[in-house]
């Protein structure tokens, strides 16, 4: 069974006690105007979101999955630990910020700075997936995860901003594109992704066609440059004991 | 081979009469300064890779070693002293930024010994904490500014989450990382001894310490390592750190070296990679960008924990804290330049912030004028040193002090400031197994007990002097103090008189 719970202008606390405290593992919030934190830390629910949440969703997401028919805001999926948020359109500033598991799959753009400071350890490997473009210093200090930008409908410019993948130490971005990006830095090498890598992300493809629609073979047979840190210890000519 | 510009630092002095050979020296230290030469049946020194830790001094049977400074000097200028010299040098040999740890060694004012405390005589009798009972718990939080009745008349007592301290004193964040498993467990263990806590700085809790839970403040940090919602509930605080005084304004990288198994568990990265929190919050660019952080950490953790923000004290940290206060923290941790660091280029450490006897003034004034000191509890830290900066700490306004050097040297820090290099010869800051293994968490847990109940009766003695039975009475009790040598402006903005006024 599911649980129905109409928003407007309900107060965030209020919002996400009822879902917090609700019995039922599917939630359907209906009319939601932008109320903040929605499902921070919560684990084991699946959450409907009609209407525009507001920042932070899904921070520190510990299991549940929350899907979106409108757009998202800024810091979605802040520290998210586990579980998949899926939003149908776009999304704003810093989605993923020090995300350590779970999957973030945005059917549009999405803003400045998402990704930053992505981990990975073991078999925890968090994935954000965007379908449009991103904006300026994607995938800062990124240390691990896999960023995907398939950068559907804008096919003639790079799909990603400016210092992509600044001070990033771990992990991989991969930008379905024939532009390369621009002003990258010195530490991060560019490869145009072969076989491999491109099975490497069949699954999250075929997960954001299934979302979406569209056709994973399509888009898997276009150019990818796949983008990866030269060092995992960028800092260690840096320093001299003193 | 390349010359080499500067000496040793420090000189192996080995008395021939009292070395008995055991080579207990040379199994003591981890830099391999002290060695064997079968040849000449002699212990030799290499005193370049000396960092005068004093572990041989300490573990010599005989008493036969002293470590002192080189006595070669460079020719002496005020401007150029040695020290400059011999840095510049380094960074020519290597292109490098110069890596310290521990708090400032430099001469800078030390606004605690410039301020004395008063005692009754006479009108106000004196309280002797042996005979009489004194109060030095303290709870910190947001505190209600009046009270509240329920629709049927009765008074509504339910308050904001907050902290209860035995003492004003917590330990304040290392991370394990920074120091070793047995460092964390003496520090869990003590806190939890002595009702008060400990904080986990930005590295996680490793598992075997989710147990001291309710003795734990647990950090979240730029890098949000080891952040995860069972870690949330873990600790019985969550503390943003936003600044440390050490190094205000940048970052911190935990060197891949420092990165084996049991901290790339914690902290949740692989091993052997770099632990990099980079300079600011990424998400954060203003009081409501905090703001947003406190509340999602609150949200996640259901409103039953207080939020603390920590700083460092930079010039304006007055309005940084009145926005702080209104942002929805409850606590704020003010830290020193003085303060302590595991690892901090040495031009920040020894130039950027301001000291932590100013800025608590500052800030204690701040919120009163604004009234809304009651919305949150500071916290003062960055090098209070005994129980008598403790108690000044408080006078100026203060409702707890973060300690953590004295904790450092309660479990044998002799503060070499090496701890950068990892190699620390006493267990503490290091995740070398041989070392780590130095350091008894037994001993350590009951050395920082005993120091803390040390500091905990000094407190009261000095209390009881003032003719003060709580520390609640001495919170922002400044006519309490009185400053010596310092200037008018000086005694303006620790809102003091002088001695003799």
């Not at chain 1, 039922?24 to 525009?52: A, F, T, W």
């Not at chain 1, 779970?102 to 700075?113: E, F, P």
């Given at each position: 069974m599911s649980a129905k719970i109409t928003?407007?202008?309900?107060?965030f606390k209020e919002l996400n006690r009822l879902i917090r405290e609700s019995a039922e593992s599917e939630i359907i919030v209906d009319d939601c105007l932008g109320q903040r934190y929605i499902g921070s830390g919560v684990s084991g629910k699946h959450i409907i979101i009609n209407g525009i949440p507001g920042n932070a969703l899904g921070a520190y997401l510990d299991g549940s999955d929350i899907t979106v028919y409108g757009n998202a805001q800024d810091?979605?999926?802040?520290?998210?630990?586990?579980g998949t948020i899926v939003i149908h359109g776009n999304c704003g500033d810093?989605?993923?910020?020090?995300?350590?598991d779970g999957k973030i799959v945005i059917k549009g753009s999405a803003g400045y700075r998402c990704g930053i400071h992505m981990k990975q350890y073991m078999d925890k490997i968090p994935l954000v997936l965007i379908g449009g473009k991103v904006g300026d210093f994607l995938a800062e200090y990124q240390a691990g995860g896999r960023i995907v930008v398939l950068g559907i409908g804008f096919e003639d410019i790079c799909p990603v901003g400016s210092?992509?993948?600044?001070?990033m130490h771990g992990g991989a971005i991969y930008i379905r594109t024939e532009h390369m990006p621009k002003s990258l830095p010195a530490q991060i090498s560019i490869h145009d992704a072969d076989d491999s890598d491109k099975e490497a992300i069949r699954a999250d493809v075929e997960l954001y066609t299934q979302s979406f629609g569209g056709n994973a073979d399509e888009l898997l047979g276009s150019h990818f440059y796949k983008l990866i840190p030269n060092s995992a210890n960028p800092y260690k000519q840096l320093y001299v004991n003193n | 081979m390349p010359v080499n510009f500067f000496p040793a630092e420090f000189e192996v002095v080995r008395n021939a009469d009292k070395c008995i050979k055991c080579r207990a020296c040379e199994r003591q230290c981890s830099n391999e300064v002290h060695y064997y030469d079968a040849d000449y049946d002699k212990m030799l020194s290499k005193d370049s890779s000396c960092v005068d830790c004093q572990r041989c001094v300490c573990l010599c049977p005989t008493g036969a070693l002293k470590i002192r400074p080189n006595e070669n000097a460079f020719r002496k200028s005020a401007n150029y002293t040695q020290q400059l010299m011999i840095e510049n040098y380094r960074q020519a040999g290597t292109g490098a930024v110069l890596l310290s740890s521990m708090?400032?060694?430099?001469?800078?004012?030390?606004y605690w010994d410039k301020i004395l405390i008063n005692a009754s005589q006479v009108t106000n009798p004196s309280i002797d904490p042996l005979r009489e009972p004194m109060e030095t718990k303290v709870f910190l939080g947001k505190k209600p500014s009046g009270i509240k009745k329920n629709p049927d008349g009765s008074i509504n007592t339910e308050m904001t989450p907050y902290l209860e301290l035995n003492t004003p004193i917590m330990f304040s964040a290392m991370s394990y990382g920074s120091i070793s498993k047995n460092a964390h467990e003496s520090l869990a263990r003590a806190a939890t001894e002595l009702g008060t806590y400990y904080n986990t700085g930005e590295g996680g809790l490793h598992k075997d310490f989710y147990k001291y839970g309710p003795n734990t403040i647990v950090q979240v940090a730029s890098g949000r390592f080891g952040v995860f919602k069972d870690y949330l509930d873990a600790g019985a605080a969550i503390e943003i750190k936003m600044g440390q005084g050490a190094k205000p304004g940048i970052g911190g990288h935990l060197p891949g070296a420092k990165i084996r198994e049991d901290v790339s568990k914690t902290r949740m990265i692989p091993m052997g990679t770099d632990a990099i929190s980079p300079a600011p919050h990424h998400d954060i660019y203003s009081i409501e960008d905090l703001r947003q952080l406190i509340f999602s950490l609150k949200e996640a953790s259901e409103y039953k924990k207080p939020v603390i923000v920590k700083i460092a004290a930079v010039h304006n940290v007055a309005a940084i804290a009145s926005g702080i206060a209104r942002s929805g923290a409850d606590i704020i941790a003010i830290d020193g330049f003085r303060g302590g660091t595991g690892a901090a280029p040495t031009r920040i450490r020894d130039n950027v912030g301001i000291p932590i006897e100013l800025a608590l003034a500052a800030v204690d004034q701040r919120l009163r004028d604004e009234g809304i000191r009651n919305e949150v509890s500071i916290v003062a830290a960055g090098s209070v040193r005994s129980a008598s900066d403790c108690v000044k700490a408080i006078a100026l306004g203060a409702d707890a002090v973060y300690i953590a050097t004295p904790t450092l040297l309660a479990m044998g820090c002799h503060l070499c400031r090496s701890c950068h290099a990892g190699k620390c010869n006493w267990g503490i800051a290091t995740q070398r197994p041989d070392l780590v293994k130095r350091l008894n968490p037994d001993v350590g847990a009951q050395r920082l007990v005993n120091l803390v109940h040390a500091w905990d009766h000094e407190i009261k003695e000095i209390m009881g002097g003032m003719g003060i039975n709580s520390v609640e009475s001495l919170r922002?009790?400044?006519?309490m103090l009185r400053g010596i040598g310092l200037s008018q402006k000086e005694l303006d903005i620790l809102g003091i008189l002088h001695a003799g006024e």
């Amino acid at each position: 069974m599911s649980a129905k719970i109409t928003a407007g202008d309900m107060h965030f606390k209020e919002l996400n006690r009822l879902i917090r405290e609700s019995a039922e593992s599917e939630i359907i919030v209906d009319d939601c105007l932008g109320q903040r934190y929605i499902g921070s830390g919560v684990s084991g629910k699946h959450i409907i979101i009609n209407g525009i949440p507001g920042n932070a969703l899904g921070a520190y997401l510990d299991g549940s999955d929350i899907t979106v028919y409108g757009n998202a805001q800024d810091a979605t999926g802040d520290t998210m630990n586990k579980g998949t948020i899926v939003i149908h359109g776009n999304c704003g500033d810093a989605p993923g910020y020090g995300m350590r598991d779970g999957k973030i799959v945005i059917k549009g753009s999405a803003g400045y700075r998402c990704g930053i400071h992505m981990k990975q350890y073991m078999d925890k490997i968090p994935l954000v997936l965007i379908g449009g473009k991103v904006g300026d210093f994607l995938a800062e200090y990124q240390a691990g995860g896999r960023i995907v930008v398939l950068g559907i409908g804008f096919e003639d410019i790079c799909p990603v901003g400016s210092f992509c993948g600044t001070g990033m130490h771990g992990g991989a971005i991969y930008i379905r594109t024939e532009h390369m990006p621009k002003s990258l830095p010195a530490q991060i090498s560019i490869h145009d992704a072969d076989d491999s890598d491109k099975e490497a992300i069949r699954a999250d493809v075929e997960l954001y066609t299934q979302s979406f629609g569209g056709n994973a073979d399509e888009l898997l047979g276009s150019h990818f440059y796949k983008l990866i840190p030269n060092s995992a210890n960028p800092y260690k000519q840096l320093y001299v004991n003193n | 081979m390349p010359v080499n510009f500067f000496p040793a630092e420090f000189e192996v002095v080995r008395n021939a009469d009292k070395c008995i050979k055991c080579r207990a020296c040379e199994r003591q230290c981890s830099n391999e300064v002290h060695y064997y030469d079968a040849d000449y049946d002699k212990m030799l020194s290499k005193d370049s890779s000396c960092v005068d830790c004093q572990r041989c001094v300490c573990l010599c049977p005989t008493g036969a070693l002293k470590i002192r400074p080189n006595e070669n000097a460079f020719r002496k200028s005020a401007n150029y002293t040695q020290q400059l010299m011999i840095e510049n040098y380094r960074q020519a040999g290597t292109g490098a930024v110069l890596l310290s740890s521990m708090g400032t060694p430099k001469d800078y004012p030390i606004y605690w010994d410039k301020i004395l405390i008063n005692a009754s005589q006479v009108t106000n009798p004196s309280i002797d904490p042996l005979r009489e009972p004194m109060e030095t718990k303290v709870f910190l939080g947001k505190k209600p500014s009046g009270i509240k009745k329920n629709p049927d008349g009765s008074i509504n007592t339910e308050m904001t989450p907050y902290l209860e301290l035995n003492t004003p004193i917590m330990f304040s964040a290392m991370s394990y990382g920074s120091i070793s498993k047995n460092a964390h467990e003496s520090l869990a263990r003590a806190a939890t001894e002595l009702g008060t806590y400990y904080n986990t700085g930005e590295g996680g809790l490793h598992k075997d310490f989710y147990k001291y839970g309710p003795n734990t403040i647990v950090q979240v940090a730029s890098g949000r390592f080891g952040v995860f919602k069972d870690y949330l509930d873990a600790g019985a605080a969550i503390e943003i750190k936003m600044g440390q005084g050490a190094k205000p304004g940048i970052g911190g990288h935990l060197p891949g070296a420092k990165i084996r198994e049991d901290v790339s568990k914690t902290r949740m990265i692989p091993m052997g990679t770099d632990a990099i929190s980079p300079a600011p919050h990424h998400d954060i660019y203003s009081i409501e960008d905090l703001r947003q952080l406190i509340f999602s950490l609150k949200e996640a953790s259901e409103y039953k924990k207080p939020v603390i923000v920590k700083i460092a004290a930079v010039h304006n940290v007055a309005a940084i804290a009145s926005g702080i206060a209104r942002s929805g923290a409850d606590i704020i941790a003010i830290d020193g330049f003085r303060g302590g660091t595991g690892a901090a280029p040495t031009r920040i450490r020894d130039n950027v912030g301001i000291p932590i006897e100013l800025a608590l003034a500052a800030v204690d004034q701040r919120l009163r004028d604004e009234g809304i000191r009651n919305e949150v509890s500071i916290v003062a830290a960055g090098s209070v040193r005994s129980a008598s900066d403790c108690v000044k700490a408080i006078a100026l306004g203060a409702d707890a002090v973060y300690i953590a050097t004295p904790t450092l040297l309660a479990m044998g820090c002799h503060l070499c400031r090496s701890c950068h290099a990892g190699k620390c010869n006493w267990g503490i800051a290091t995740q070398r197994p041989d070392l780590v293994k130095r350091l008894n968490p037994d001993v350590g847990a009951q050395r920082l007990v005993n120091l803390v109940h040390a500091w905990d009766h000094e407190i009261k003695e000095i209390m009881g002097g003032m003719g003060i039975n709580s520390v609640e009475s001495l919170r922002g009790n400044r006519l309490m103090l009185r400053g010596i040598g310092l200037s008018q402006k000086e005694l303006d903005i620790l809102g003091i008189l002088h001695a003799g006024e």
